[in-house]
């Protein structure tokens, strides 16, 4: 009969049986204090919880003021650290193995140590979990979260209680198998991010720049100039109002996803205020473009792919001239953070959060149209292109979603 249930994990390669042992990280692992006094390596580090350790100039994107760090701690590869600082879905911060340099630095507020008797990638996926954040937070001081920066003493660090397999080559192939899960995932965002380069690219070339009435890149067959017009001869402001209901139902408006439905959140917030059902919100329409007159500046602006629905007033919904153009070519053209960029130029209001760019304004902007025939191309070419992305996306999130499941299910 099993002593502890809660020490065998729900799921677990075969052949391996026996139940998990308790250890103190201690036992596991030694802390490393080397100081980087002959200037070993001038290499600053973060740690992010998304890209782990890394160079803080590659991190930031910008060169890090030269400054004197030879009292900073020396990190080697396959050494771990922990950054104390908590972030958003992160509460206790994050600790993570360098790998991508041979050396680095790290300022002596970080607790830095090496595996000794545990394997190392069974580390790196164990530290993925959120299964260490009871220990930290039974160790952690009072007052632990001042300033953001979590006050836990090393040795109490060092006394958090782990829970690992007894044979290392159970740990090797629980470690081995998020190493390839990590990945395959790694390659997927690559192709994302290269999809969306490319996105950008063509974004770039397929419409004028700088007043011009020629793009740098057509498709076969079209020569004409492009015809100057103002954007309210394309787009008209919808006003009309009307409550929520099974064909008009309340969604939100995001940058990420555009019109989008409500989540749970909203939902609950929504029975704690009441009864909403004779509020009037704004109406809109598939195909509309949409966007958020306070956002922009964030790329606030989109068209409306959901379908019939009602969103906060303070939204600003267009519906869009047939007549003159197509709803996803416009769509390209009003998100293009060149013109983006032209919009903010109108710009007001004397708090930065709270500038916003009206309607007004927005409309009496100039666009650059081609023949009806050429704007179907362009737009049919990013609707796929925009389709491939989202297909991308979705491959992705299953695969972190994937992940959480496994790694909840493989671990004590």
Do not use: C
């Not at 908590?86 to 340099?101: E, F, Q, T, V």
């Not at 709270?354 to 902007?365: E, F, I, K, N, Y």
Request: glycine letters at 6%; aromatic letters at 12%.
């Amino acid at each position: 009969m099993k002593d502890n249930q809660a020490k065998y994990p729900q799921l677990r390669f075969k052949g391996f049986t026996d139940s998990w042992e308790q250890r103190k990280l201690s036992n596991l692992a030694e802390r490393v204090t080397r100081k980087n006094k002959n200037n070993e390596s001038g290499r600053p580090l973060t740690i992010s919880a998304q890209d782990g350790l890394i160079d803080q100039n590659d991190f930031f994107d910008k060169q890090i003021a030269s400054r004197d760090v030879s009292g900073y701690f020396l990190v080697k590869n396959g050494e771990f650290a922990y950054n104390k600082s908590y972030s958003n879905g992160y509460p206790w911060g994050a600790i993570k193995r360098l790998d991508k340099y041979d050396m680095g630095v790290l300022s002596t507020l970080y607790i830095i140590f090496r595996p000794t008797n545990v394997s190392s990638q069974f580390l790196v996926s164990y530290y993925d979990t959120t299964r260490w954040y009871k220990e930290v937070a039974k160790n952690a001081a009072e007052g632990a979260r001042n300033h953001g920066l979590l006050n836990i003493a090393p040795t109490d660090f060092f006394s958090t209680v782990l829970i690992t397999p007894n044979s290392i080559e159970e740990q090797q192939k629980i470690g081995s198998f998020f190493k390839q899960l990590d990945h395959l995932i790694t390659l997927h965002q690559r192709k994302l991010a290269k999809l969306k380069e490319l996105k950008q690219g063509y974004l770039q070339k397929l419409f004028p720049e700088n007043g011009s009435k020629f793009p740098q890149l057509r498709f076969a067959g079209f020569a004409d100039d492009w015809e100057e017009r103002k954007l309210q001869e394309v787009l008209r402001e919808r006003n009309n109002q009307q409550p929520q209901s099974m064909e008009y139902p309340l969604v939100s408006f995001t940058v990420e996803n555009g019109v989008t439905p409500k989540t749970d959140r909203y939902e609950r917030e929504q029975l704690v205020v009441g009864d909403k059902s004779s509020k009037k919100y704004k109406v809109t329409v598939l195909n509309d473009i949409v966007y958020n007159p306070a956002n922009l500046k964030f790329g606030a602006i989109s068209r409306n792919k959901y379908g019939n629905a009602v969103f906060s007033p303070i939204y600003i919904t267009f519906l869009v001239n047939n007549d003159v153009t197509t709803p996803e070519f416009i769509e390209m053209f009003v998100t293009r953070n060149d013109f983006i960029k032209r919009a903010l130029k109108y710009q007001q209001g004397t708090v930065y959060e709270r500038q916003s760019v009206s309607p007004t304004d927005l409309l009496a902007m100039n666009v650059y149209l081609p023949g009806k025939s050429e704007q179907e191309k362009i737009g049919s070419f990013f609707q796929q292109l925009d389709e491939t992305i989202a297909l991308h996306q979705r491959k992705l999130d299953l695969l972190k979603e994937q992940k959480k499941g496994f790694l909840q299910k493989m671990f004590v």
